[in-house]
């Protein structure tokens, strides 16, 4: 079975540029996650879906992030513009139902660096 | 609001001896519990959890954690500790009711030497 796929792995951008990240979650899985991981720091959830619906994006800085999953399978998180602190590793997770209670499977996540 | 906290960096353990890592959280009302591991350029595994019943909890790889309700702990044990076991390991909290959310702690390197 195939894993969270997430893509790219590495981007580095000039700051003010426009940056996305891909997510392909595990086939079935309906529920989806876009953590944002600091160096030396654990996760932060930054937005969760059930199928295509943004269920708690409270945490999602609206301002310059935005994210969808059109279709309830694969999602896109879009940065514009991105500064220097958005660099950091952007984390897809995926897990079968709405509980939360069940065991997330992360991808290996995209580093974003920007200069 | 719930927060954990991972009062160690770093935990170094001889293979072959027990190992702990520790983990406190806090929450309003009660808590679900997990640990979750990562090891170099791979995704955050997940080793084990507590939601209700048993204290002790058996989670993969040969990890088990105690949960205690009085002291808000949740530490990772293994018995015998090997070298593969030498990664970043991560708690994570989530309150019962409420926020679906987990918030995880900065983690703590394990390092096993042989």
């Known amino acids: 079975e195939a894993g969270v796929v997430q893509s790219p792995r590495y981007k580095i951008i000039e700051k003010k540029q426009p940056v996305a990240f891909w997510c392909n979650p595990i086939s079935g899985h309906n529920t989806l996650y876009w953590y944002l991981q600091n160096l030396g720091q654990g996760p932060e959830l930054l937005i969760r879906?059930?199928?295509?619906?943004?269920?708690?994006d409270s945490q999602l800085p609206k301002d310059r992030f935005s994210a969808e999953r059109l279709k309830g399978v694969d999602s896109t998180l879009k940065i514009q513009p991105a500064e220097l602190g958005d660099s950091a590793v952007y984390l897809c997770a995926s897990s079968l139902g709405p509980s939360g209670l069940n065991e997330q499977f992360f991808g290996p996540g995209t580093r974003l660096t920007v200069l | 609001a719930q927060s954990v906290a991972q009062p160690e960096d770093q935990v170094n353990v001889a293979e072959g001896n027990p190992l702990t890592v520790k983990c406190t959280y806090s929450v309003s009302g009660n808590p679900y519990l997990f640990w979750y591991v990562q090891y170099p350029n791979r995704g955050l595994q997940f080793l084990l959890k507590y939601i209700t019943g048993d204290n002790l909890v058996k989670g993969s790889y040969g990890f088990e954690a105690e949960f205690n309700k009085s002291q808000t702990s949740f530490h990772l044990k293994k018995p015998s500790a090997l070298v593969s076991d030498s990664a970043l390991y991560f708690c994570?909290?989530?309150?019962?009711?409420?926020?679906?959310?987990?918030?995880f702690g900065s983690g703590t390197r394990l390092q096993v030497q042989p």
């Open positions: 879906y059930e199928n295509e619906e943004a269920v708690d």
């Open positions: 994570a909290v989530r309150e019962a009711t409420g926020r679906r959310a987990l918030t």
